[in-house]
């Protein structure tokens, strides 16, 4: 069992371990949603929201079922983990999806496509694949997935402030489009990099 504090977990995954400027997840929503900052807030704000849920789900349903089911059942079922665990990030995310239209209309029609999207955010799904791997306890995971959830919603504003402000900018011809927003992103990993020297949590 991972004995690193939850705190210190969640402030690694926001800076140092970013799920996205370090692991490379979610970078297909992150490259479409982050033209505009409302649109990367809100967003970052629902990623932060299911993973956060959707990973501790995962781990009562890791540590409940899967793990003892060959003393339960006869059968180990920890081979069906990424079944589950994508089946229970889709069955939450459609959930949400169905509360918020029913409670706030407005709401749901102001994320739009988004709820959807995040169905397949692989950063969602890999926070939950994380927490197995490193041995976290509950309070660990809950750490981890709220840092997560808050690195990548980071990440994705400041790609959109930067996108916005580019708009002013005389970007050379060959650079325009995602080319500059790799590079940008190259950049801003290295700078989230330095916070490395200061902590490494795994």
């Not at 692991?23 to 299911?50: H, P």
């Not at 969602?124 to 959830?149: H, P, T």
């Amino acid at each position: 069992m991972n004995e690193t504090p939850a705190l210190l977990i969640l402030v690694a995954a926001i800076f140092i371990n970013n799920i996205l400027l370090s692991n490379f997840l979610g970078m297909c929503s992150f490259l479409v949603c982050s033209r505009q900052i409302g649109t990367a807030i809100g967003l970052g704000a629902a990623v932060i929201f299911v993973t956060t849920s959707t990973t501790i789900l995962n781990y009562f349903v890791y540590h409940g079922l899967l793990v003892p089911s060959k003393e339960m059942f006869g059968i180990d079922l920890t081979f069906l983990t990424f079944v589950v665990f994508i089946a229970v990030i889709a069955a939450f995310v459609q959930f949400v999806e169905m509360f918020v239209e029913r409670f706030s209309p407005k709401l749901y029609y102001a994320l739009g496509i988004f709820l959807p999207l995040i169905t397949v955010n692989c950063a969602i799904f890999g926070a939950a694949l994380f927490i197995v791997i490193r041995q976290y306890s509950l309070f660990q995971s809950a750490g981890f997935a709220l840092g997560a959830g808050t690195g990548w919603a980071l990440a994705i504003v400041l790609m959109a402030g930067l996108r916005q402000k580019m708009g002013y900018s005389n970007v050379p011809k060959s650079f325009q489009g995602i080319a500059i927003v790799m590079i940008i992103t190259g950049v801003i990993a290295m700078t989230f990099m330095g916070f490395a020297g200061m902590i490494s949590i795994q």
